[in-house]
């Protein structure tokens, strides 16, 4: 069975713009969740969905947003880059009735 | 709210030895726990779990028990390789009695760097 993919895999971008990650869990998978990994800052947590519908979401301001398409696959997208927002995005997937959640390798984002 | 503390890095051992990596948490609920491993400019896979207190999770020679008395989830390995050479975090999921079981937001630790010399 094939794993998370996220696309793109790189991307670099100016301040002030915007862009979007896509990410799709493993086959059967409904959950997924979004991380933000930073030297900085560790790993944090940005949000989750589950049957289109955010369930949950961390200490993010509004320029992260996300969404779930009925297939499962998820987009999140920021807006209005800053600097700050360099980082390696992680999407996780889940089965429902399962605690452990399955990575993707990431999308690496710099914003210069 | 949840926290996860990790052992502070970087961690170097020569290969055959002993591995330890202290975790300690704080969590409101009942949580899961979880180590991941990430190799350099990879994602994080799954290297094991413990969902309940004296839960032994185990997979490729590391091992970790689920102690609610003392809140830790510390990973061993009796014998390291080379290739165990990457980085470790401890996390939690924390459920709150979500009756569906399904998975919630991961709180990590911050990691600790392992290097294996051969």
């Known amino acids: 069975k094939a794993g998370v993919t996220q696309t793109p895999r790189y991307l670099i971008k100016t301040r002030g713009q915007q862009v979007t990650l896509s990410c799709s869990p493993i086959?059967?998978?409904?959950?997924v969740s979004w991380y933000q990994q930073t030297p900085g800052q560790g790993l944090q947590f940005l949000f989750e969905y589950f049957s289109e519908t955010q369930r949950n979401k961390g200490n993010f301001p509004g320029r992260f947003s996300g969404r779930q398409f009925s297939n499962s696959r998820s987009e999140m997208n920021v807006s209005t880059l800053e600097l700050g927002d360099s980082a390696l995005y992680l999407c996780?997937?889940?089965?429902?009735?399962?605690?452990?959640?399955?990575f993707g390798p990431g999308t690496r984002l710099t914003v210069t | 709210g949840d926290s996860v503390t990790q052992m502070e890095g970087p961690v170097t051992l020569s290969e055959e030895a002993f591995l330890t990596i202290n975790c300690t948490y704080t969590a409101t609920g009942y949580p899961s726990l979880f180590w991941y491993v990430q190799y350099p400019g990879e994602g994080l896979q799954l290297l094991l779990k413990a969902t309940k207190a004296d839960d032994k999770g185990s997979n490729k020679g590391f091992e970790a028990t689920y102690r609610k008395e003392t809140t830790s989830f510390h990973l061993e390995k009796g014998s390291v390789q080379v290739s165990d050479s990457a980085v470790y975090f401890c996390a939690l999921s924390d459920s709150y009695g979500d009756s569906s079981g399904s998975a919630r937001q991961l709180t990590f630790g911050s990691g600790t760097q392992l290097t294996v010399l051969p």
């Open positions: 086959s059967g998978h409904r959950s």
């Open positions: 996780a997937s889940s089965l429902t009735g399962e605690v452990e959640q399955y």
